[in-house]
């Protein structure tokens, strides 16, 4: 058996205290969201040391996932800015739509765009990134519901399963995955 390094700081129970890098928000539609695309991403963002903070517009209650996957969010969507994180997820599936119109989701895509910070969005979510004016001239992929409000907003469509252009980081619809995931944690770790 190999020796262990004996320098890394341990928790109570033993297991190795990570010293992340930075940390990205992460915005869940109140319900119906893609929980798998979700784990990858989150997963691929832990690998490279980066912490992530979920929110949603519904703070005291369990999100569902549209497998019905529950979980329970660190924070309220109106409360959050973008100082102090390194990127913003846009959770996807179909209630990502109610994200669309929603002030704070298109106020924090503005922030993180401004700040030159990384973006992901997936299928439907890719419609929170039109609405917000950020995808002018930029080549995206996502949901087929959201292509009209992409187009109108100048952005280049892709049939692509992932896109990455700059700092935005787009995913087709719930079958991306892992694909999304490294794309994401090429980007925000840049």
């Known amino acids: 058996m190999a020796d262990q390094d004996t320098d890394k700081p341990l928790d ?48 005291d209650e ?9 979980f329970l969010v660190e924070g309220v969507l109106s409360d959050e800015s973008m100082e102090g994180y390194s990127g913003l997820i846009i959770v996807g599936g179909e209630g990502a739509k109610s994200l669309w ?7 924090l895509v503005k922030e ?5 910070k990384m973006i992901g969005a997936w299928g439907h979510a890719v419609g929170v990134l039109a609405s ?15 292509h009209d409000a ?14 990455s252009s700059g700092k935005i980081v787009t995913g087709l619809d719930e079958t991306v ?3 999304f995931g490294k ?5 925000v770790s840049v």
């Open 12 to 59: 109570d129970d033993g297991v190795e205290i990570i010293d992340y890098l930075s940390t990205v928000l992460i915005v869940f539609p109140p319900d119906d969201f893609d929980e798998q695309v979700m784990r990858c991403a989150r997963s691929s963002l832990a690998v490279v040391h980066i912490f992530s903070r979920s929110v949603s517009s519904e703070y």
């Open 62 to 70: 369990m999100v569902s996932g549209r497998l019905q996957d529950e």
């Open 101 to 107: 119109s929603d002030a704070d989701a298109i106020r």
């Open 112 to 116: 993180a765009a401004a700040g030159g």
């Open 132 to 146: 917000a004016g950020v995808v002018s001239g930029v080549k995206v992929t996502g949901s087929s519901d959201c």
């Open 150 to 163: 992409l187009k109108k907003a100048g952005a280049k469509l892709s049939t692509r399963q992932v896109v």
């Open 177 to 179: 995955g892992m694909r």
């Open 183 to 187: 794309a994401l944690a090429q980007v």
